[in-house]
């Protein structure tokens, strides 16, 4: 096993040319999208090993999106195809202001067949463990495949960090999907809302109260991006703001918390304090939302130096 663990649904992506509403579009350049996917490539290309698992369908789509995986030196050997059910995809509008629209294209996706025996048992160099809302939101067994991936982690001291990653059209209700992303959040170390996210999950605005609410359910750490003011971390014995980094041009918001979850993430597998890795969070988070895909800007080790010594 690699040193981080994902499992997710990757989609094929079609990125509007052109702004207005997505049925009006007339041009869209193909790319690869899905939170946990995205997450993987910025591992890899950090130089960390990172296993993917997922279910793919036996359709270009599906071709697509593993070759790219392999192209981004990405452990995709658990990966399995079926004919029975198709690859998802989406949509995504192109906007100069706020976030684009989107739509999916995933009910009854081949990833959404993914069960807890996709999961390999051999743990290997396994360190990290990261899991995002949208898993849990895709069916009951990607459900169950979350909670396998937490009794791994809790059995074998893995850290295991959880983005919520709120997608409402993904679930049944807001009270399901609130009450769900809870008690994952509670099971985790490491839990990463954004600051509107907290809002929606806990009912406070306020980032401490927000924090204190994971923290007083078993969390470690709780990390709150607050979007361009960076974000506000607390743990049982501190808790600080880390300051974001000025974005010259924001060309596309999503993406950003992927970003940096992968900051997050490798900074800690490198051994670096939580503030120094939530400071790399943020660097990636800025440098993602200038490109156009949901995975394209994020950087290499010395792209990311760069931008850090830079900025
Ligand atoms: O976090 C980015 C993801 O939202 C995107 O790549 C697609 O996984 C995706 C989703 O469900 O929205």
């Given at each position: 096993?690699?040193?981080?663990?994902?499992?997710?649904?990757?989609?094929?992506?079609?990125i509007?040319e052109e702004e207005?509403?997505?049925?009006?579009v007339n041009?869209?350049?193909k790319?690869l999208?899905g939170a946990?996917a995205n997450?993987?490539?910025g591992?890899?290309?950090?130089?960390?090993?990172?296993?993917y698992?997922?279910?793919?369908?036996?359709?270009?789509?599906g071709?697509?999106i593993y070759e790219k995986?392999?192209?981004?030196?990405i452990?995709?050997?658990?990966?399995?195809?079926?004919?029975?059910?198709?690859?998802?995809?989406?949509?995504?509008?192109?906007?100069s202001?706020?976030?684009p629209d989107?739509?999916y294209?995933?009910?009854?996706?081949?990833?959404?067949?993914v069960t807890?025996?996709?999961?390999?048992c051999?743990?290997?160099?396994?360190?990290?463990?990261h899991i995002?809302?949208?898993?849990?939101?895709?069916?009951?067994?990607?459900l169950?495949?979350?909670?396998?991936?937490?009794?791994?982690g809790?059995?074998?001291?893995i850290r295991?960090?959880?983005?919520?990653?709120i997608?409402?059209?993904?679930?049944?209700?807001?009270?399901?999907?609130v009450?769900?992303?809870?008690?994952?959040a509670?099971r985790c170390n490491?839990?990463?809302?954004g600051i509107?996210?907290?809002f929606?999950?806990?009912?406070s605005?306020?980032?401490d109260?927000i924090?204190?609410?994971?923290l007083e359910?078993g969390?470690?750490?709780?990390i709150?991006k607050i979007?361009d003011?960076?974000?506000?971390?607390?743990?049982?014995d501190?808790?600080?703001?880390?300051?974001?980094?000025?974005?010259?041009?924001?060309?596309?918001t999503?993406?950003?918390?992927?970003?940096?979850?992968?900051?997050v993430?490798?900074?800690l597998?490198?051994g670096?304090?939580?503030?120094?890795a939530?400071?790399r969070?943020?660097?990636i988070?800025?440098?993602?939302i200038?490109?156009?895909?949901?995975n394209?800007?994020?950087?290499?080790?010395?792209t990311?130096?760069?931008f850090?010594k830079?900025?």
């Amino acid at each position: 096993m690699a040193e981080v663990l994902l499992v997710g649904e990757p989609m094929a992506l079609f990125i509007a040319e052109e702004e207005g509403t997505l049925d009006r579009v007339n041009k869209f350049t193909k790319a690869l999208a899905g939170a946990e996917a995205n997450v993987a490539i910025g591992l890899s290309r950090l130089g960390h090993t990172v296993k993917y698992i997922t279910r793919l369908g036996n359709d270009p789509f599906g071709k697509y999106i593993y070759e790219k995986l392999l192209e981004e030196e990405i452990d995709v050997s658990s990966i399995k195809f079926t004919d029975k059910y198709p690859t998802g995809f989406m949509l995504k509008s192109k906007t100069s202001k706020g976030d684009p629209d989107i739509f999916y294209f995933r009910k009854g996706s081949a990833a959404s067949h993914v069960t807890p025996d996709d999961i390999d048992c051999e743990l290997g160099e396994l360190k990290h463990i990261h899991i995002t809302g949208i898993t849990a939101a895709l069916s009951n067994d990607t459900l169950d495949t979350v909670y396998r991936m937490i009794q791994i982690g809790k059995e074998n001291g893995i850290r295991i960090s959880f983005d919520p990653n709120i997608r409402k059209s993904l679930w049944k209700s807001e009270d399901e999907m609130v009450s769900t992303l809870n008690d994952i959040a509670s099971r985790c170390n490491i839990v990463m809302p954004g600051i509107k996210e907290g809002f929606i999950l806990t009912g406070s605005e306020e980032v401490d109260a927000i924090a204190d609410f994971y923290l007083e359910k078993g969390a470690e750490a709780v990390i709150i991006k607050i979007g361009d003011k960076g974000a506000y971390v607390k743990t049982k014995d501190k808790s600080f703001t880390v300051s974001g980094y000025k974005v010259e041009k924001v060309v596309d918001t999503v993406g950003a918390g992927d970003g940096f979850a992968t900051g997050v993430i490798s900074g800690l597998l490198e051994g670096l304090t939580l503030s120094d890795a939530v400071k790399r969070g943020n660097a990636i988070g800025a440098i993602i939302i200038m490109s156009p895909g949901d995975n394209d800007g994020l950087p290499d080790k010395v792209t990311l130096e760069k931008f850090m010594k830079e900025n």
